[in-house]
């Protein structure tokens, strides 16, 4: 059942289709968000009202913030990130999509030094402010997350750190009350991550990852983090909008 009475939209910006929306799907359909999905290569996003959505969600990618030569999208995407920030309007960042919006926010975003971030490792508490009740499910130091990375970035001006690992300390930030910039994939699905293991295998195989071993780490750590990542986007999405009080609305409204 539907916890909204009223309807709200979330525009998700992929780069590849089967890097998802994932459970952050599932619940925004519960919470009844209209669900818009474009992608970021091909759609005109300079024709997109920054400030048309509710939600903007950004979704991750095998292509780097910096090759923005390479990818003349990367720009205009950013510049939607900057002017939808500008006005705090809520938004979520995973991967390329955190790198995103810490460039749209004046951070840095780099080779990491540390080498590639990929696999199943749990996140650890962020040391720059208290950690919001929404987020914690997500630090249970049990509970191993997904990361898929190369790039990092430098901790934005003006955000709180929430959560690192010991090789990149930046994976989760917030913007104020309305952004949320996530480093590693809590949306993943141990069905979806199967698409992931075809879409991805030059990278898996360059990088010397045994995709039998990895989706048997998934099988068993992914169950979990599945249930932890959905508790985590209801209480976020009703930190944003009061799902349970007042329908469509929220911070920036």
Same mark, same amino acid.
């Given at each position: 059942?539907?916890?909204?009475?009223?309807?709200?939209?979330?525009? !998700?910006?992929?780069?590849? $289709?089967?890097?998802?929306? =994932?459970?952050? &799907?599932? %619940? #925004?359909?519960? /919470?009844?968000?209209?669900?818009?999905?474009?992608?970021?290569?091909?759609?005109?996003?300079?024709?997109?009202?920054?400030?048309?959505?509710?939600?903007?969600?950004?979704?991750?990618?095998?292509?780097?913030?910096?090759?923005?030569?390479?990818?003349?999208?990367?720009?205009?995407?950013?510049?939607?990130?900057?002017?939808?920030?500008?006005?705090?309007?809520?938004?979520?960042?995973?991967?390329?999509?955190?790198?995103?919006? !810490?460039?749209?926010?004046? $951070?840095?975003?780099?080779? =990491?030094?540390? &080498?590639? %971030? #990929?696999?199943? /490792?749990?996140?650890?508490?962020?040391?720059?402010?208290?950690?919001?009740?929404?987020?914690?499910?997500?630090?249970?130091?049990?509970?191993?997350?997904?990361?898929?990375?190369?790039?990092?970035?430098?901790?934005?001006?003006?955000?709180?750190?929430?959560?690192?690992?010991?090789?990149?300390?930046?994976?989760?930030?917030?913007?104020?009350?309305?952004?949320?910039?996530?480093?590693?994939?809590?949306?993943?699905?141990?069905?979806?991550?199967?698409?992931?293991?075809?879409?991805?295998?030059?990278?898996?195989?360059?990088?010397?990852?045994?995709?039998?071993?990895?989706?048997?780490?998934?099988?068993?750590?992914?169950?979990?983090?599945?249930?932890?990542?959905?508790?985590?986007?209801?209480?976020?999405?009703?930190?944003?909008?009061?799902?349970?009080?007042?329908?469509?609305?929220?911070?920036?409204?």
């Amino acid at each position: 059942m539907n916890r909204r009475t009223s309807i709200c939209t979330t525009l !998700a910006i992929t780069h590849v $289709a089967f890097e998802d929306l =994932g459970s952050l &799907g599932v %619940e #925004l359909a519960q /919470a009844g968000f209209n669900i818009q999905v474009i992608d970021a290569c091909t759609t005109n996003l300079r024709a997109i009202d920054a400030l048309d959505h509710d939600l903007v969600v950004v979704l991750g990618g095998p292509v780097s913030v910096y090759e923005h030569d390479t990818y003349p999208f990367i720009e205009v995407e950013i510049q939607l990130l900057r002017s939808r920030l500008a006005a705090k309007r809520p938004t979520l960042g995973i991967c390329l999509g955190a790198q995103l919006m !810490a460039a749209a926010l004046g $951070a840095r975003v780099y080779p =990491g030094t540390h &080498g590639k %971030e #990929l696999g199943w /490792a749990p996140i650890y508490t962020g040391s720059d402010c208290s950690i919001p009740s929404w987020f914690k499910a997500l630090l249970n130091p049990k509970l191993r997350v997904l990361h898929w990375h190369g790039d990092t970035f430098d901790l934005p001006a003006g955000t709180a750190r929430l959560a690192g690992t010991t090789h990149y300390a930046n994976q989760a930030f917030v913007v104020g009350n309305y952004a949320l910039g996530l480093q590693f994939h809590p949306e993943v699905t141990v069905q979806g991550l199967e698409r992931w293991y075809v879409g991805h295998a030059s990278e898996l195989a360059q990088a010397g990852i045994c995709v039998r071993r990895l989706r048997e780490e998934s099988r068993t750590f992914g169950p979990e983090l599945e249930t932890a990542a959905r508790q985590v986007w209801r209480q976020w999405l009703d930190h944003l909008f009061n799902l349970t009080r007042e329908p469509c609305g929220g911070v920036g409204k």
